[in-house]
């Protein structure tokens, strides 16, 4: 069966920091992954996804994630943390089924 | 357009009520889902309407009542609900439904935050 693994339910960082939020993911086949970021009140934002073409991918507000097939990874990267960062992230994955997987969540708290 | 609509915002209703979420999309979009989300968790999925045909039920308790009239349109019928039901309900839709691929990307509206005293 698919799942999705975050590590670290709640992650903090001062801005301009390094955002880090990890992703691991069990699939026996090849998966789409996705990131989705969701404020508080909100639905949830595609931030980025990898659907088997650049294992680098680049998504919106200067997030990025890197697909490690070996690593079974998809873990997502800002080299500057904004105070607007602060959010719930869930990162997804979807596999032969109408079905997104989704993990748990990881809150991100920015400090000034 | 870009964009899931939801209404209402917000909704209170008491377990002996009947009340409809009501969900639109303008793009074209054949896969519209609903989905249950509390506090600090990630959603659940509801319901998978593919091509105006439900495809797939996740063994919801039969007060909630799916309905898509037509390829935009999504509604959610509520009829005697439990407190543990307040949640946020959010609707998504994607490009396509997919049967035996993956799914695409699917885009959430702003959801409706429903109590239920």
């Known amino acids: 069966a698919q799942s999705v693994t975050q590590l670290g339910s709640h992650v903090s960082v001062s801005e301009g920091a390094l955002v880090l939020l990890r992703c691991n993911y069990s699939s026996s086949v090849p998966p789409y992954l996705f990131w989705y970021v969701q404020y508080p009140n909100q639905g949830l934002q595609l931030l980025l996804k990898y659907t088997s073409a650049a294992t680098l991918v680049k998504g919106i507000n200067g997030f990025e994630a890197e697909f490690k097939k070996s690593e079974t990874s998809f873990h997502l990267t800002k080299p500057s943390a904004h105070m607007s960062d602060a959010a719930e992230y869930f990162c997804a994955v979807s596999h032969n089924t109408d079905k997104l997987i989704f993990g748990t969540g990881t809150r991100l708290q920015v400090f000034p | 357009d870009t964009e899931v609509t939801q209404t209402p915002k917000h909704l209170v209703m008491g377990m002996t009520n009947k009340k409809s979420l009501k969900c639109e999309q303008h793009?074209?979009?054949?896969?519209m889902y609903w989905y249950k989300q509390k506090a600090k968790k990630p959603p659940e999925l509801m319901f998978v309407?593919?091509?105006?045909?439900?495809?797939i039920n996740e063994s919801v308790p039969s007060r909630f009542s799916p309905e898509c009239p037509n390829s935009s349109l999504l509604n959610l019928h509520l009829h005697a609900l439990q407190p543990e039901d307040s949640a946020l309900y959010l609707c998504a839709s994607s490009p396509k439904a997919v049967a035996g691929g993956h799914t695409d990307t699917q885009y959430f509206g702003p959801g409706t935050r429903l109590t239920v005293l």
């Open positions: 309407y593919s091509y105006e045909k439900l495809s």
């Open positions: 793009m074209g979009h054949r896969a």
